[in-house]
């Protein structure tokens, strides 16, 4: 089993900043991907970005360019930099991690962007 706890969420105004962290902890292997989702209210969740044990990222177009994934492998962290924040980006962020074919999941951490 493993468990995600997100920190750093809260209400921030148009064109500031956030990071938010992620600590993963239980049986991690040492190959998985770790990654940032959201959901705004009424909408599906989608991917934010997503980072390799190796480093390498993937983000959505909405967020490239403002929002930067990074992780410390030895204390199985990952991070999201969120600069330029925009209102649209106001939305539950969940943490997830996937190993071997297997999914988790944190209980989100709630991001407010005010006009």
């Known amino acids: 089993q493993v468990q995600l706890v997100e920190s750093g969420g809260g209400l921030v105004q148009a064109g500031g900043s956030l990071r938010l962290s992620c600590a993963a902890s239980?049986?991690?292997?040492?190959?998985?991907?770790m990654g940032w989702y959201r959901q705004a209210p009424g909408k599906q969740r989608e991917l934010v970005a997503t980072?390799?044990?190796?480093?390498?990222?993937n983000y959505a177009d909405s967020v490239k360019g403002r929002f930067t994934i990074s992780r410390d492998n030895a204390k199985n962290t990952v991070y999201l930099q969120m600069n330029n924040l925009k209102p649209e980006d106001t939305a539950v962020f969940y943490c997830?991690?996937?190993?071997?074919?297997?999914?988790?999941w944190g209980k989100g951490t709630l991001v407010t962007v005010s006009s």
């Open positions: 239980g049986s991690i292997f040492r190959l998985n991907v």
């Open positions: 997830n991690i996937g190993q071997v074919g297997v999914y988790y």
């Open positions: 980072i390799t044990s190796g480093g390498s990222t």
